[in-house]
């Protein structure tokens, strides 16, 4: 059972427009979602994290959306730029579960010039 | 700040031979580590868990006597593939979470090892 689903699976979008890609879970014991960026061959990096308590967390050209009622989060990347392109994975975890994080299947961002 | 660096980035090895990956937190405290292991164009599959001084916890279907996994100290854990075989090929990634000075939620990983087995 996917306790995490992203959508979409491929994302293309021109430079400077916006990327929103779009996670649901199932789980309400979750209280904590981060956003993470990999690039081919490395390791994912964090991008921006929000617990549920919190609607809308911005940093940068990075913004997280939560709809806790929903139980839908998002990731919304502004004025989307080349260096982007990359796969996305946003996640959940429980503290109370040793921070375990249940992934998306990640959503491969192309950006093009 | 928060860097986890991993040892080797790439490993080649024989079938049925053993091969060992070190997970490190330069400049923090790590008292929970994780293993991962992705396949191309895949998520990450969680492996295990490990609190500093305890023996890990493994996922369903992780073999721990193939996977095994030591956490001796803040800033190190390390998986070793025992007798490896051509489908252990794969990327290992391995991510810490500050639990002492900086409590934290977030993992923090590191760069990844590529294990190609012949």
């Known amino acids: 059972q996917q306790q995490v689903k992203q959508s979409p699976q491929s994302l293309i979008v021109q430079k400077g427009g916006i990327s929103i890609i779009n996670c649901a879970y199932e789980?309400?014991?979750?209280?904590?979602f981060p956003w993470y960026q990999q690039f081919p061959g490395k390791g994912p990096a964090l991008l921006i994290a929000i617990r549920p308590d919190v609607s809308e967390k911005k940093e940068g050209r990075f913004t997280i959306s939560f709809n806790k009622s929903a139980k839908q989060f998002s990731l919304h990347i502004m004025d989307s730029q080349p260096g982007d392109s990359a796969t996305y994975f946003c996640a959940a975890s429980i503290r109370g579960s040793n921070y375990k994080l249940t992934f998306g299947k990640g959503t491969l961002l192309t950006v093009n010039p | 700040g928060a860097v986890v660096s991993q040892h080797p980035s790439r490993v080649i090895c024989k079938s049925g031979t053993s091969v060992k990956i070190e997970c490190r937190s330069l400049d923090f405290q790590a008292t929970t580590m994780f293993w991962y292991r992705q396949f191309p164009k895949q998520s990450l599959m969680l492996m295990a868990t490990?609190?500093?001084?305890?023996?890990?916890?493994?996922e369903q279907g992780v073999e721990k006597d193939k996977f095994l996994i030591n956490h001796a100290s803040l800033t190190l854990s390390t998986l070793t593939v025992t007798s490896a075989h051509p489908e252990d090929s794969s990327f290992y990634i391995c991510?810490?979470?500050?639990?002492?000075?900086?409590?934290?939620?977030?993992?923090?990983f590191g760069p990844g090892t590529r294990l190609t087995v012949l």
């Open positions: 490990s609190n500093e001084g305890s023996k890990a916890t493994y």
């Open positions: 991510s810490a979470r500050d639990g002492r000075l900086n409590p934290t939620d977030t993992q923090y």
């Open positions: 789980n309400t014991a979750f209280d904590y």
